[in-house]
């Protein structure tokens, strides 16, 4: 389980992470998402001395009957070979306390448990799915990641605008810090 990562000294918490899964569910996002390099997306936190990445991720129990919530693990599992085809960690352009702050508010809703949001509705913050969480902690904050970027999606039972990777990806408010 080989993990391509920055230097710790890169790291801030707040940063974004971003990768690019092999799965049928990334598979499915990229398909939905014409200029998207990624399908997934995380934050970075401190748990002690580790670097961590809290996420809303469906079919990636921590233990059997685990449900598919938002999760916390360490930045090396998120990037392992397993689970990232190549990723990239992104700065928000904002004050470090910003930042700090929803990397805390991120940590909050992996203590309460909440649940991934399988309907993939931005109206409802009681479940969450990836980018969704992203765009809470930091709304919260007063920062706009997304800048309202929405990805309308048509196929047969799945249609509407949904927020996706790519969408945050290519926001103004982000810095590329490490891409592999």
């Not at 918490?13 to 990624?38: H, K, P, T, Y």
């Not at 360490?74 to 070979?81: A, H, L, M, R």
């Not at 309202?148 to 103004?172: E, R, V, Y």
Request: glycine share 8%; aromatic share 10%; net charge positive.
């Amino acid at each position: 389980m080989k993990a391509v990562l920055p230097a710790d000294s890169l790291l801030r918490e707040g940063d974004l992470v971003f990768r690019r899964g092999a799965g049928l569910i990334s598979r499915a996002v990229l398909a939905a998402d014409e200029d998207g390099q990624f399908s997934h997306i995380g934050i970075v936190v401190r748990k002690g001395n580790d670097w961590m990445v809290v996420h809303a991720v469906p079919g990636e129990p921590e233990f059997k009957g685990d449900s598919d919530r938002v999760k916390m693990e360490p930045i090396t599992s998120f990037f392992c070979s397993e689970k990232a085809k190549s990723g990239a960690v992104m700065r928000v352009k904002a004050d470090s306390t910003v930042c700090c702050s929803a990397a805390r508010r991120a940590k909050a809703l992996y203590h309460k448990r909440v649940l991934f949001d399988h309907t993939y509705d931005l109206q409802d913050s009681t479940r969450m799915y990836c980018t969704e969480l992203i765009e809470y902690v930091y709304r919260l904050e007063k920062v706009d990641i997304s800048g309202g970027k929405l990805t309308a999606i048509h196929i047969p039972g799945f249609n509407g605008n949904f927020l996706l990777p790519g969408d945050m990806f290519q926001s103004k408010k982000l810095t590329m810090i490490y891409q592999y």
